[in-house]
């Protein structure tokens, strides 16, 4: 382990091998409060432990178990072919810029311009960007609890302080203009707005954006809305995206989505921003100096996948809507356990506090025992500011899904 010395942001090397070994090493004091990813380390551990050979299933998975669909990975291999491989313009080709102003107007029925659209390396990599271009050292950004594991690192990042609004499960994961009002200080220049969320799959409906909205605009707070998973909200509930309240505010809001979930597209990396122009200049200067384009072939089967047939989206959207009824189905019977029912994503996120006793004090040790006993990988609720909480994931088969349910039950129940 490295040693910390207070005050000094000094830490001994490590490597055995390398020539200045027990030298200091000077890192940036931003790093000081940032973890590593708690969801990529779990995965970590499951393959490791399928490498020694122990049959694990591992339901703390955060991406679509379906292949990427055939018209648009063939896109991808159309481009290599056509020698598609060079640097492109900084903030994607404008055949992608208008591909996703079109996904605005086709979902949404906002009529954007391409100058207000940026492609990115991910979701993330917008997410980044737009902290980056925002704050300052000391700006306060509210971050509702439970969060997506990467926002409060990337506050920190940017130097940002991040401020916790925790929405229990009784209030079904989501919070109240109130609690907003609450956390509010003249420090307050951002809300990150996450819905359907990552972890709860909790939805806002529309009666609550426009709440929400009309408090941020009114206190000139920007909202920074990640709606990657937008296009998995099951019914009755309705997607609820801010892109029309974008076009009445565009100078209050921005927009981050991506094909990762939608279009079972992880791994090419396609992620994108909607925003005012202004901003978009600021971004594009960030990208241009940092990462510069995503990668051409990436772009090209993004665009085959946003103005080609949403079919390949409904059957996965179908998928998971099966998924979430059968798990929730199962998981909200158990006794002592709390699960609001879901509208989207593909998580489930369970109050287990009711479980919690002097051998198994906390959802990690709960996590841990399950990972043994039941040899199903779960992600404790610590991850995502919530103790009392676990997150399963849906996006394993039908059968695999429920098998490892029923272990989970035994382990919990029968022992
Ligand atoms: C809520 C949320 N936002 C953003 C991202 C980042 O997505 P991408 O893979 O496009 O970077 C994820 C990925 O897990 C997520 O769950």
């Known amino acids: 382990m490295p040693i910390y010395r207070t005050g000094r942001t000094c830490y001994f090397t490590e490597s ?30 499951v393959l490791e432990l399928k490498a020694r050979g122990v049959s694990v299933t591992s339901l703390a ?70 902290f980056l271009a925002l704050l300052n050292p000391g700006d306060e950004v509210l971050i509702p609890v439970p969060y997506w594991v990467s926002y409060p690192a990337m506050v920190y990042l940017c130097q940002g302080v991040p401020v916790y609004v925790r929405a229990t499960s009784a209030q079904h994961f ?70 029309v309240w974008w076009e ?43 990462t510069a384009n995503i990668c051409s072939i990436a772009q090209k089967a993004a665009v085959a996948a946003l103005t080609g047939s949403y079919d390949c989206v409904a059957s996965m959207r179908e998928a998971f ?24 994503a593909f998580y489930l996120f369970a109050d287990i506090s009711g479980l919690y006793t002097e051998a198994l004090p906390d959802a990690t040790a709960v996590c841990s025992m399950l990972l043994e006993k039941a040899g199903v990988a779960l992600v404790p609720g610590d991850a995502f500011g919530d103790p009392a909480c676990v997150r399963f994931s849906y996006a394993v088969a039908d059968d695999v899904l429920m098998d490892a349910l029923h272990r989970i039950r035994k382990a919990l129940y029968e022992a």
């Open 321 to 344: 809507q099966r998924r979430r009824d059968m798990s929730w189905k199962e998981v909200s019977s158990w006794k002592n356990v709390f699960c609001p029912k879901p509208d989207g």
């Open 248 to 290: 009445r505010y565009p100078e209050h809001i921005a927009i981050v989505n991506g094909l990762a979930k939608s279009f079972a597209m992880t791994g090419w990396r396609v992620g994108y921003t909607l925003a005012d122009p202004s901003l978009i200049k600021i971004l594009n200067q960030i990208t241009g100096q940092t």
């Open 61 to 130: 998975v955060g991406e679509p178990d379906f292949p990427t669909p055939e018209h648009i990975r063939e896109a991808g291999i159309q481009a290599i072919r056509d020698g598609f491989t060079r640097y492109t313009a900084v903030p994607g080709i404008p055949e992608l810029r208008e591909a996703i102003a079109e996904y605005f107007r086709r979902i949404y029925g906002v009529n954007p311009s391409p100058d207000c659209t940026i492609a990115s390396n991910g979701g993330k990599q917008s997410l980044y960007n737009l």
């Open 174 to 243: 989501k919070i109240t203009v109130d609690q907003l009002e609450q956390n509010r200080t003249e420090k307050t220049r951002i809300l990150i707005f996450n819905s359907p969320s990552n972890p709860s799959g909790s939805c806002y409906t529309e009666e609550e954006c426009a709440a929400i909205v009309q408090w941020a605009v009114q206190h000139n707070i920007f909202i920074i809305s990640d709606e990657i998973y937008d296009q998995l909200v099951y019914e009755p509930a309705k997607p609820t995206g801010l892109a």
């Open 16 to 45: 055995p091998t390398h020539p200045y070994r027990g030298i200091f090493m000077h890192f940036s004091r931003k790093m000081m409060n940032i973890k590593p990813s708690a969801t990529l380390a779990i995965n970590a551990k």
